[in-house]
């Protein structure tokens, strides 16, 4: 049977990138296919905190391409997997770092046009829209587990920096019931994290 | 009551959630994509896709400056020193 898609015969504008940094690791033995598969759904996990500008492919390339380039060195008391999602989260906080330095750049510009008080002034517009997107994915996770009211107390709880006892204690839960929504949680956001394309 | 901006309330649940996928057992990964229909270990699988191959737009990946371009550009410059430079040792 023929592919729905053949990668070889991409039609139009689409092109395949061969061998990016991640394949290169692999090739390297600096990590296994399913270390792989677990950073591919970190990374999917922190796009969604990301400026629209960047996608979680981006962000995943970019640690690993650091960890390749010596940019970022791993000590060697912590694990690779763990390292290179540390990577991944230092990267998303730069890229908000940049969104929120050219939202003052043109605040400076527009301040250097008239009688307007001198220096950078705080802008609201980026904190607005990172403010935005987090509700929006906030909402997107959550719709993960429309059916699962445990999952959703878990998750409301750790929305709010809530410790696993003060979630149990909260909603009653038992720490057995507790440990299986936990493990529903990781199974959901494995397939979300594992899809082509995910919501 | 507590009140938490949405921003912060993101990163806190991003952050104890990445713990939870950094402690997930390799069975219950490969079970997950195994539920999905992939074949991690098949050359080219889709469990794979953006991972260690990707698509682009053409007229993005013709820009330099876009990050996966950025980023494979620099290591595919930094491995090339690296040949050169064991080449010119082995010589």
């Given at each position: 049977m023929k592919p729905l898609i053949n990668l070889d015969e991409l039609p139009g504008q689409l092109?395949?990138?061969?061998?990016?940094?991640?394949?290169?690791?692999?090739?390297?033995?600096?990590?296994?296919?399913?270390?792989l598969l677990r950073l591919k759904?970190?990374?999917?996990?922190?796009?969604?905190?990301?400026?629209?500008?960047?996608?979680?492919?981006?962000?995943?390339?970019?640690?690993?391409?650091?960890v390749l380039d010596g940019s970022r060195r791993r000590p060697a008391?912590?694990?690779?997997?763990?390292?290179?999602?540390?990577?991944?989260?230092?990267?998303?906080?730069?890229?908000?770092k940049r969104v929120y330095r050219?939202?003052?750049?043109?605040?400076?510009?527009?301040?250097?046009?008239?009688?307007?008080?001198?220096?950078?002034?705080?802008?609201?517009a980026p904190s607005a829209e990172r403010q935005l997107i987090a509700i929006e994915e906030?909402?997107?996770?959550?719709?993960?587990?429309?059916?699962?009211?445990?999952?959703?107390?878990?998750l409301s709880g750790l929305y709010d920096g809530c410790t696993p006892e003060e979630i149990r204690s909260a909603h009653r839960l038992t720490v057995i019931a507790y440990e299986s929504a936990r493990?529903?949680?990781?199974?959901?956001l494995l397939r979300a994290g594992l899809r082509s394309f995910a919501p | 009551?507590?009140?938490?901006?949405?921003?912060?309330?993101?990163?806190?649940?991003?952050?104890?959630?990445?713990?939870?996928?950094?402690?997930?057992?390799?069975?219950?990964?490969l079970a997950a994509a195994a539920q999905l229909g992939m074949q991690p270990a098949m050359?080219?699988?889709?469990?794979?896709?953006?991972?260690?191959?990707?698509?682009?737009?053409?007229?993005a990946e013709a820009d330099p400056r876009t990050p996966l371009h950025k980023a494979a550009g620099r290591v595919s410059r930094m491995r090339a020193r690296r040949t050169h430079k064991s080449d010119d040792s082995s010589s």
């Amino acid at each position: 049977m023929k592919p729905l898609i053949n990668l070889d015969e991409l039609p139009g504008q689409l092109e395949k990138v061969s061998h990016p940094p991640a394949a290169q690791a692999l090739d390297a033995r600096l990590v296994t296919p399913v270390e792989l598969l677990r950073l591919k759904s970190i990374a999917r996990l922190h796009a969604r905190g990301l400026p629209p500008d960047v996608s979680w492919t981006d962000l995943l390339q970019e640690a690993f391409a650091r960890v390749l380039d010596g940019s970022r060195r791993r000590p060697a008391d912590v694990p690779t997997v763990a390292f290179l999602a540390g990577v991944m989260r230092s990267i998303k906080a730069q890229h908000w770092k940049r969104v929120y330095r050219g939202a003052r750049r043109s605040v400076k510009w527009l301040a250097g046009m008239g009688d307007l008080p001198r220096g950078e002034l705080p802008d609201p517009a980026p904190s607005a829209e990172r403010q935005l997107i987090a509700i929006e994915e906030v909402r997107a996770l959550t719709g993960l587990f429309a059916d699962d009211p445990q999952a959703l107390q878990i998750l409301s709880g750790l929305y709010d920096g809530c410790t696993p006892e003060e979630i149990r204690s909260a909603h009653r839960l038992t720490v057995i019931a507790y440990e299986s929504a936990r493990k529903r949680i990781r199974r959901a956001l494995l397939r979300a994290g594992l899809r082509s394309f995910a919501p | 009551m507590k009140t938490t901006r949405p921003e912060r309330g993101l990163e806190r649940l991003l952050l104890a959630l990445e713990q939870e996928l950094l402690g997930a057992s390799d069975k219950e990964i490969l079970a997950a994509a195994a539920q999905l229909g992939m074949q991690p270990a098949m050359k080219g699988s889709s469990a794979l896709f953006g991972v260690t191959f990707a698509l682009q737009w053409r007229a993005a990946e013709a820009d330099p400056r876009t990050p996966l371009h950025k980023a494979a550009g620099r290591v595919s410059r930094m491995r090339a020193r690296r040949t050169h430079k064991s080449d010119d040792s082995s010589s």
